[in-house]
């Protein structure tokens, strides 16, 4: 396996998206996240997704050079529009404000609306921990996953993060879809030629299924069955109603360059435990 190194590959993929059309700023920040997801071992956010991004941001889908907008904020609460341009320079702008919000009052939120795809929410929740705070992420994605039993597609898989300080100044962090796999995994081991383990996706019929094409063209099962889908629900709540993004059934696919901006939300959390038990 070729190593390359990381200070290197983040260049080359701003560059790309620079060329596509992204200002210089959401160009490293989406590369960031993809750069960073690769060096922790994490493929399924990682450089997998570039392509897409330069294909998004060349139609005009996702405005590459559009600049977040802090749209309002009060003593606890945060709001910023990414512009239906990439999410992270967005988060970058929101998550340092919320989480001094939070050292301020004990809790505070971000919302963030008119986003494109995430990749690692694990990544801004850490940021908080690395603060003191306890920190909670949750954002939709357009429909892939059907609630157990049934076979229309409602959810994304729909990710959440957790993430906290601990004594010795390290995190613990939880990152993780509310489906049994990501639409991302099971492209990739559609890509690779494999077949999918038990429980991951079923056909467009409701029956189980290891082919990956016949899991994609069907629906994705939730992650541990109605628990899963509750899980997705709360994220739908927080990440899409709350903030006023698009609910999952109605927002266009990732990679459709015909279709409107998805327009996702991400809901955030911020705890500070000094102001609770300590």
């Known amino acids: 396996m070729a190593k390359y190194d990381l200070e290197k ?13 992204a ?14 997801a690769e060096a922790e071992g994490n493929p399924i956010c990682g450089l997998f997704h570039l392509p897409n991004f330069v294909k998004q941001i060349e139609a005009g889908r996702v405005k590459g050079k559009a600049e977040p907008k802090l749209v309002s904020q009060t003593p606890a609460a945060v709001v910023v529009d990414a512009g239906e341009s990439i999410a992270h320079s967005a988060l970058h702008m929101g998550v340092p404000l919320a989480v ?13 609306v008119n986003a ?4 690692a929410l694990g990544h801004f929740t850490a940021m908080a921990a690395q603060e003191g705070l306890v920190a909670m992420m949750f954002s939709n994605a357009p429909k892939a996953q059907a609630p157990l039993g049934a076979k229309q597609k409602i959810f994304g898989t729909n990710p959440l993060s957790m993430a906290a300080p601990m004594a010795d100044g390290g995190i613990m962090l939880i990152d993780q879809a ?12 559609k890509n690779a030629g494999e077949a999918m383990p038990d429980g991951w996706a079923q056909t467009k019929e409701g029956q189980p299924t290891n082919d990956p094409a016949e899991g994609l063209a069907g629906s994705i099962l939730p992650n541990g069955g109605t628990r899963g889908a509750n899980l997705a629900m709360i994220v739908e709540v927080l990440a899409a ?18 279709a409107d901006h998805p327009r996702l939300g991400m ?8 102001k609770f038990g300590g």
Not at 23 to 36: D, F, H, K, Y
Request: no cysteine; proline share 2%; hydrophobic share 50%.
């Open 9 to 21: 590959v983040l260049n080359a993929a701003t560059k790309v998206l620079f060329d596509a059309g």
């Open 23 to 36: 200002s210089i700023e959401n160009a490293r920040a989406a590369s960031t996240a993809m750069v960073q």
């Open 100 to 112: 001094e919000k939070a050292k301020e009052t004990g809790i505070a939120a971000l919302s963030v």
């Open 116 to 119: 494109y795809h995430t990749l």
């Open 178 to 189: 509310s489906s049994a796999a990501t639409k991302t995994k099971i492209e990739m081991v």
């Open 241 to 258: 109603m709350v903030t006023g993004g698009n609910i999952s059934a109605e927002a266009p696919m990732f990679g459709d360059t015909s």
């Open 267 to 274: 809901f955030l959390i911020f705890i500070d435990p000094a």
